[in-house]
T-cell receptor, first 114, second 113 residues
Framework: DSGVTQTPKHLITATGQRVTLRCSPR?????VYWYQQSLDQGLQFLIQ???????AKGNILERFSAQQFPDLHSELNLSSLELGDSALYFC?????????????FGEGSRLTVL | GENVEQHPSTLSVQEGDSAVIKCTYS??????FPWYKQELGKRPQLIID?????GEKKDQRIAVTLNKTAKHFSLHITETQPEDSAVYFC????????????FGKGTKLSVIP
């Protein structure tokens, strides 16, 4: 158990819908990262927050947004869903502000868009 | 932005043999290079990492080498065992403040008993 909690574990929805994925980091970790894992695409970096502030943004679509709340949990919002958004979404946390130490990954949220 | 290339995409070895996975990166300012192992249906977990001021690091059967001039780093697993079968990802930390960790596309390692 990494100490990072992600909900829901599985989610099935239809095209055009909106979903919210939630992540609770390890106790004491201030950084939260979101990654998308699709078949043959590895781990695609989406966005990173540190203590409530956005620090880095990767290939995150405009239909996607995220935020980190004062209690440090984070939410990833995916809207106007398309079939290609089906993937495993990982949240990770770390104690460092920068990505120069171990990232602790949650179990992931598997999104299926039909 | 940073681009990390990883080869091979699949690798099969006999139990007891060695396995080598290679990665190249594009941003010369990158300074941290971890390797993650992801077993089937599980989350990625850090197995070893190396920083830019070090050329080699070992941890039991696992070693990582870094060549900053050539911008490539490699994972070496010796005396492979069936439990080493997994997908391995290399990564590089880059960008202002090193906030972004960019992963390679992964190598599926199969160790044949």
């Amino acid at each position: 158990d990494s100490g990072v909690t992600q909900t829901p574990k599985h989610l099935i929805t239809a095209t055009g819908q909106r979903v919210t994925l939630r992540c609770s980091p390890r106790s004491g970790d201030l950084s939260v990262y979101w990654y998308q894992q699709s078949l043959d695409q590895g781990l695609q970096f989406l966005i990173q927050y540190y203590n409530g502030e956005e620090r880095a943004k990767g290939n995150i679509l405009e239909r996607f947004s995220a935020q980190q709340f004062p209690d440090l949990h984070s939410e990833l919002n995916l809207s106007s869903l398309e079939l290609g958004d089906s993937a495993l979404y990982f949240c990770a946390s770390s104690v460092n502000q920068g990505a120069t130490g171990e990232l602790f990954f949650g179990e992931g949220s598997r999104l299926t868009v039909l | 932005g940073e681009n990390v290339e990883q080869h091979p995409s699949t690798l099969s070895v006999q139990e007891g043999d060695s396995a080598v996975i290679k990665c190249t990166y594009s941003d010369s300012a990158s300074n941290y290079f971890p390797w993650y192992k992801q077993e089937l249906g599980k989350r990625p977990q850090l197995i070893i990492d190396i920083r830019s001021n070090v050329g080699e690091k070992k941890d039991q059967r696992i070693a990582v080498t870094l060549n900053k001039t050539a911008k490539h780093f490699s994972l070496h697993i010796t005396e492979t065992q069936p439990e080493d079968s997994a997908v391995y990802f290399c990564a590089a930390s880059s960008g202002a403040g090193s906030y972004q960790l960019t992963f390679g596309k992964g190598t599926k390692l199969s160790v044949i008993p």
